[in-house]
């Protein structure tokens, strides 16, 4: 959805890690854990969420209430967003700007730099 420019939506469940969300099932790992670069990405800003319940039909009916109810410019800022992160899910082979290789060397610097100096 992120390189096509569409918006992605998802449902909400309660993870097993109390106080953290799921976007895949309920008592599921935390989104955080499921997409690429969550420190890099503000994902919460980008995707629609939508509440998940036990009756899907319920959940179904919500998914179209709140796709109904988004202005122009929520839409238009949510695709803004898409455009300004999706080069962090896919590969420059020409190496003309930054990437997913160059998001996969920030991570591991900030991982060494954070790590204590031992001597």
């Known amino acids: ?21 799921s976007w895949w099932m309920e008592d599921g790992s935390p989104f955080q854990l499921s997409v ?7 994902y919460e800003d980008i995707v629609v969420v939508i509440p998940g319940t036990e009756n899907y039909t319920q959940s179904a009916i919500n998914m179209l209430l709140k796709l109904r109810s988004m202005s122009a410019e929520d839409i238009a800022r949510r695709q803004g967003l898409l455009q300004d992160y999706r080069h962090f899910l896919s590969f420059q082979w020409d190496g ?3 990437d997913a290789f160059t998001a996969i060397m920030q991570r591991i610097g900030r991982f060494v730099r954070g790590r204590p100096q031992v001597r």
């Open 96 to 98: 003309s700007r930054p």
């Open 1 to 21: 959805a992120f390189l096509a420019g569409c918006i992605p939506v998802v449902f909400d469940f309660p993870s097993y890690m109390h106080g953290q969300r």
């Open 36 to 42: 690429p670069f969550p420190e890099d990405i503000p």
